[in-house]
Each structure stands twice: as C-alpha cells, then as structure tokens.
C-alpha cells in the first residue's frame, strides 16, 4: 500500500470519527432537551394553577374588603331631600353646606383634603389642588415670572441665551433651499432653519398637513411655562391623569395617584417622559380643565400667526384627524418654545430625578432619549433640546435645536419617519451636511 492509500485512509478514519462524535453531541443535547422538557411539564403546569388561585383568592379578598368598606360607609351616609350629604350620629362625622367634613374629634377635612385639627393647624394635605383655586387667567401679558421677555434689538435679533436669532416667526425659501436626497434624510417631512437669517436651508413637503403626535408637548410646554408663578407649588397626581393615559394608550411617567409633585415636576415629566399623565395634572393645574388649556394652546398658535395650518384637539398629541400641524409651524412652534430660558432649560435635560416619595423612595429616573442617543453623533454641532413624537399615523417624528460650531442656531423638524433610530439619523444627516 502506497503513501497516497495510507493518507486517504486516514482522512476516511478521521472523518467517520468526527461524524460520530457529532452524532454523539446530538444524541446528548437531545436527552439534555427532553430531561428540559419534562422538569418544566411536571414543575410549570402546578405552579401556573398555584398563581392562578393565588390571583383568585387576593381579587375574592380584595373584592370583600371594598364591599366592607362600602357598606360601612354606606351606614353612616344620609342623603337629604335636597341631595346633600351628611353623616349619621352615630358616625360621629357630619357635612357642613360648605363641603367641609367633620370627624368625631372636632377636626375637619376642608373641599380640597386638606385635614385641620381641632386647634384649626393644617396637619395633613392629602389632597390635589381644586382646579377653581389652581386657574391662571390666560392673559399672556408676561407679568407671569417664566415668560419670555426679551425684546428684538435695533437690527432685528433677539438673544437667546449665548446666541441671537431672527425676531419673529416666520422664515422663507431661498435660491439655495434644497431638498434633501434620501441618503440624507429618508422622513417624508422635513425643515432645516437657519435661524440667524430666517432662511429655509433644506426642506421636503414642510407646508403640507402632518400630524405632530408628541412633538404637541412642545406647545404644552410653552403654554403652561408662561402661565405658572410658582415652579414649587404642590400638585397631586391625580386617577384622572393615571386613566387619561391608560385609555389613549399614552407614554406615562408612571407616578403614583396622590403622590405629592411639584410644578416643576411636571413640566421636566412631560418633555423627558413624554408623559400623558404629567401633561394632564399640568393642564388641570394651569387652567382648571383639558379643554380649557387646549383653547389656551390654540390660541398661542394663533399669536404665533399659524392657526390657518395647526389646531390642536388634546395637549399630549394623541391622535385626532382635527389635531394637525406642518413642518414648518411645528419649527416656528419650537423656535418660540426654546426663546423661554425655562422652557429651553427643560428641552435641554438629558435626565431628570423626579422626587423622593414614600411611593418611590429612589425618585424615578426619566431620560430625553433622542438628546442621549444624538449626544455622540457627528452633527456638525451641539443639538441642544429635542421632543420625539409617535403615532402610526404621524410615524416618528422629532423636533430639535442645534448649535452650530461656527456658533449658529438652527431648529429642524422631521416627520413620518420608519423608526425612532432613523428619525435621529435624519437629524443628524440634515445637520452635519447643510449648517455651517
């Protein structure tokens, strides 16, 4: 037997041994999967029917404690003839006309669930601020302390911060607006604005009618901001709020009801979290009800010069064939937003701590997620304050403020893009390539 034979023989012998080995695996990994397989048949089945019970005997318990509850309070309730509400002798407790309610120890909790004791000392506050007592009267004459007050210079420019932009709120093509390439920016909406000049530098399909989503928190924003006196005043979160954004299937900062908040809370929580239930607590706070705030926020639309093309129906942007706006008014509504030292100092966080509470004793951490994603991207400059928006029918969408490296401020939209990802991109492409 020659060379050639002996070295083929090898290689058949080799090979046999490395099918069997692999056959050997398999065999292995199938008793491994089977053995896998039964422990989870005979431990998982038993312990889905144990949480199945464990579920059905709290919901039984739950059920009865409230029917308890009910039925005790239901003892010591009389509804007189004429619908008030007082409380039985034998309660102790009783109503006044006024809505006060009085316990069997000479305390009392007034209308808004604040409990005096019988000295008439303020011992708890366990209830929201009424809407009646928490309305702003929506003047907008800016004597409210948050309110932008600067004024354009003799040439036309208002400084903002470290730099100036164009007074007023409009801006306009020029020879050299361009439409920017799909490699560039794929949203099916966009505006880039040089805001020192007012010029249009890019823009695709920015009159047409799109719909904002959550970018409408901008708005919310600057209405509430020029509408509030006190950052620290109290606000409790309220079921309304928590149900609000349940039922419209909104982003939610997720506090607890009755958790005690400040203003300022719930302004960072309706940027970073894009929070339905910090926009509704807000808005009840700023101008006693939804609808109220919403008229406030079309009618700042309408000092900005954009009622023919935006409308507003809600103020966290849930979708509604009548809440609208273009490209270019949502940069117009942006560039208001960030002149206000409050409202850009809020559109500008990363990250935000809301406060320590018995309900999260560690305060929640809540991030602007396109200003953390964008951070380390080469846009050609410092992208200062962002809001993201999304709805299926509005896709993702963003709208940002950039400073340039030469020093020049720019605000750009985009809409109807494929993926939050692919949004930032587009950001990132229209600045890097048209600012200077």
């Known amino acids: 037997m020659d060379t050639r034979d002996l070295e083929e023989e090898e290689r058949i012998r080799r090979r046999r041994a490395m099918i069997a080995r692999r056959k050997k695996e398999k065999r292995k990994r199938e008793?491994?999967?089977?053995?896998?397989?039964?422990?989870?048949?005979?431990?998982?089945?038993?312990?889905?029917?144990?949480?199945?019970?464990?579920?059905?005997?709290v919901n039984i318990v739950s059920h009865n404690v409230k029917a308890k509850k009910q039925a005790n309070a239901d003892a010591n309730v009389i509804v007189n003839e004429n619908g008030t509400i007082s409380y039985s002798e034998d309660s102790g407790w009783y109503e006044d006309e006024f809505g006060n309610i009085y316990d069997d120890k000479g305390g009392?909790?007034?209308?808004?669930g604040n409990y005096y004791d019988a000295e008439g000392n303020v011992t708890q506050a366990s209830g929201r601020p009424h809407p009646e007592e928490a309305k702003i009267d929506n003047t907008f004459a800016h004597e409210h302390p948050f309110a932008n007050t600067n004024k354009p210079d003799e040439d036309g420019m208002i400084q903002v911060g470290d730099v100036k932009m164009k007074a007023g709120y409009t801006a306009q093509t020029t020879a050299s607006t361009i439409s920017p390439p799909e490699e560039i920016s794929q949203s099916t909406y966009s505006i880039l604005i040089d805001e020192t000049t007012g010029d249009i530098v890019a823009a695709r399909n920015a009159y047409d009618r799109m719909y904002p989503a959550s970018m409408t928190k901008i708005m919310t924003l600057l209405v509430a901001v020029e509408n509030i006196t006190d950052l620290d005043d109290v606000v409790y979160v309220s079921q309304e709020a928590a149900d609000w954004s349940y039922r419209n299937d909104g982003s939610a900062v997720n506090w607890s009801v009755g958790e005690k908040l400040t203003v300022r809370d719930l302004l960072y929580g309706t940027i970073l979290s894009s929070g339905a239930d910090a926009v509704y607590d807000l808005a009840v706070y700023v101008a006693g009800d939804q609808d109220s705030f919403v008229?406030?926020?079309?009618?700042?639309?309408?000092?900005?010069?954009?009622?023919?093309?935006?409308?507003?129906?809600?103020?966290?942007?849930?979708?509604?064939?009548?809440?609208?706006?273009?490209?270019?008014?949502?940069?117009m509504i942006?560039?208001?937003?960030?002149?206000?030292?409050?409202?850009?100092?809020?559109?500008?966080?990363?990250?935000?701590?809301?406060?320590v509470t018995e309900e999260h004793p560690e305060g929640i951490l809540i991030s602007n997620w396109f200003l953390r994603r964008i951070e380390d991207k080469d846009s050609g400059g410092l992208v200062l304050c962002a809001k993201t928006g999304f709805v299926s029918q509005s896709g993702n969408c963003a709208a940002s403020y950039m400073i340039s490296n030469s020093g020049k401020p720019y605000v750009c939209v985009t809409g109807h893009a494929h993926s939050a990802w692919r949004a930032i991109y587009d950001h990132v492409g229209l600045y890097y390539n048209y600012t200077n």
């Open 31 to 57: 008793r491994r999967l089977k053995i896998i397989r039964t422990t989870a048949l005979f431990f998982g089945v038993p312990a889905l029917l144990l949480i199945g019970v464990i579920i059905l005997v």
């Open 108 to 112: 009392h909790y007034d209308v808004n």
């Open 295 to 331: 008229q406030m926020m079309n009618d700042r639309v309408a000092s900005l010069g954009l009622s023919e093309t935006t409308h507003f129906t809600n103020a966290a942007g849930f979708y509604d064939d009548n809440h609208y706006t273009t490209p270019y008014d949502m940069a």
């Open 334 to 355: 942006i560039k208001a937003a960030v002149e206000n030292d409050l409202c850009r100092e809020v559109m500008s966080a990363h990250t935000y701590n809301t406060p």
